[in-house]
């Protein structure tokens, strides 16, 4: 079956999308640890990050400096941190989080946000790409 991941990337369940590429996809975290939290993930459905091929793992992490350095411009924030965790949904994704402090990399610190600031995060991270 689909991971819900492969669903995203082909439309069939909404998301506040950053970036794509032939291969990659980025979109916002629906249950952020801060404003800005962005999921980078392989088109092509792996559970683990080390099983991915070395060209898919390389590509995945070029996507994702980009997105991050997108995401530094667009989030005020000290830096954006990265966690590769993969507990709740088994399609490789790199999460990418503008920290403050360290419990924004926590994932035990959540944050609420309306659906207007998930799309306007979205858009100031997609103008800086
Ligand atoms: P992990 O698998 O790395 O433990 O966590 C999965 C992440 O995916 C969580 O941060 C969770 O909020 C996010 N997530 C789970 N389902 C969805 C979804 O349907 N849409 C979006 N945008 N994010 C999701």
Do not use: W
Not at 61 to 68: E, G, I, L, T
């Amino acid at each position: 079956m689909a991971s819900i991941f492969t669903k995203i990337i082909k439309g069939e369940i909404p998301c506040y999308k950053v970036a794509e590429d032939d291969n990659y996809f980025a979109f916002l975290d629906i249950n952020p640890n801060a404003k800005g939290h962005t999921l980078c993930v392989p088109k092509k459905e792996v559970d683990k990050l080390f099983d991915l091929d070395e060209e898919t793992y390389n590509g995945l992490m070029a996507f994702s400096r980009k997105v991050a350095l997108a995401i530094e411009k667009a989030v005020p924030c000290n830096r954006v941190g990265v966690a590769v965790v993969g507990l709740e949904v088994p399609h490789v994704h790199v999460h990418l989080i503008p920290l403050n402090v360290m419990k924004d990399m926590t994932f035990q610190h959540k944050i609420s946000m309306a659906e207007e600031e998930f799309e306007t995060v979205a858009r100031k991270i997609r103008e800086q790409l």
